[in-house]
């Protein structure tokens, strides 16, 4: 027998409920007992979720997530030629009207304050052209890698180089000591040709000779001449696939150094491809000079973001 707790009717041990109230049998620590009435409302109800922290992130729905840019360039694709003109390309078009813009007033500001300042005085001319220019130069370098990284480029650009200005023209003097070091053949067969005209002249009484003295020293000096130009047009070809990238990279880097360097590791094993690159990219330029010349506006900012593509493509690849 045992004994229900909520009415203390005396039930038979058969029975799993107490036969009165309907209280459940349980068993307890060896004594039988009642179990408490089961609410079948709050057996049914679904259970509750107490968050551990308020502060806990929002769940976003996969659905909000936007996929992947349909047609994103993969990295097999990056570093070759459809990449880089077809990127530039499409970069460029994005933003025509301030590749234009921009290359014009830099253009302007070239021509413009170098007659004024040659006007003024040569020296001025020289000072505009050697320091002045080089700032401009940076600035018009830091919006090509706007347009070609599909940033917003601005026409304001342009005169962002005067806030790096020890970087710019540091660089500017560097790239051009590299340039006067590659002509040195063509600068010495030049010159010798000139001082042997002026000795045949001064004298010999001029191209035929006088006095008994053959007029041959600047004839047989033509044949080098031609071998020192092709070695000077070599030595360019190097320094442009070398280090032709540095303005680019001068935008990213704190320093003239740091910009030669890294054009040299970029383009380190890829420099027969970076001159093809830069042949074909001068090419596209030259070819506005066919529209009444005018049509350089367009060719040459596009060549510039031609250059830009192919830094930014092997500084990605490099990683």
Not at 43 to 50: D, E, K, R, V
Not at 283 to 289: A, D, E, Q, R, S
């Amino acid at each position: 027998m045992w004994t229900c707790t909520q009415c203390g009717m005396e039930n038979e041990d058969a029975l799993s409920k107490c036969a009165n109230c309907g209280m459940q049998k349980m068993q307890i620590g060896g004594s039988v007992a009642a179990a408490p009435p089961v609410n079948a409302a709050a057996a049914n109800a679904a259970p509750t979720y107490t968050p551990m922290s308020s502060t806990r992130p929002p769940v976003v729905p996969m659905a909000t997530i936007p996929p992947p840019p349909v047609g994103a360039p993969i990295a097999e694709d990056l570093g070759t030629f459809g990449h880089i003109f077809g990127g530039a390309w499409t970069a460029y078009i994005q933003q025509v009207g301030t590749g234009i813009l921009g290359f014009f007033l830099l253009a302007l500001i070239a021509v413009v304050g170098m007659v004024i300042c040659l006007i003024i005085n040569p020296i001025v001319g020289l000072l505009f052209a050697f320091i002045v220019i080089p700032v401009f130069i940076g600035g018009g370098a830091r919006l090509w890698m706007k347009i070609v990284n599909q940033q917003n480029a601005e026409i304001g650009d342009i005169f962002s180089g005067f806030s790096e200005f020890g970087k710019w023209l540091g660089l500017y003097w560097l790239m051009f000591l590299l340039g006067l070091v590659a002509s040195l053949p063509n600068l010495i067969i030049t010159g010798s040709t000139l001082l042997a005209s002026f000795n045949m002249i001064l004298f010999h009484g001029g191209p035929g000779g006088m006095h008994g003295f053959p007029a041959t020293p600047a004839a047989g000096l033509s044949g080098l001449a031609v071998i020192c130009n092709l070695l000077s047009m070599v030595l360019q070809g190097m320094v442009a696939a070398r280090w032709g990238l540095s303005y680019f990279a001068a935008v990213e880097t704190e320093s003239a150094i740091d910009a030669l360097r890294k054009s040299a590791e970029v383009t380190e094993g890829k420099r027969w491809f970076v001159f093809a690159v830069m042949l074909l990219a001068g090419i596209i330029g030259v070819l506005g000079v066919l529209g009444c010349g005018i049509g350089v506006l367009f060719t040459i900012p596009l060549t510039y973001c031609i250059l830009a593509m192919m830094y930014s493509d092997f500084r990605t690849l490099q990683g």
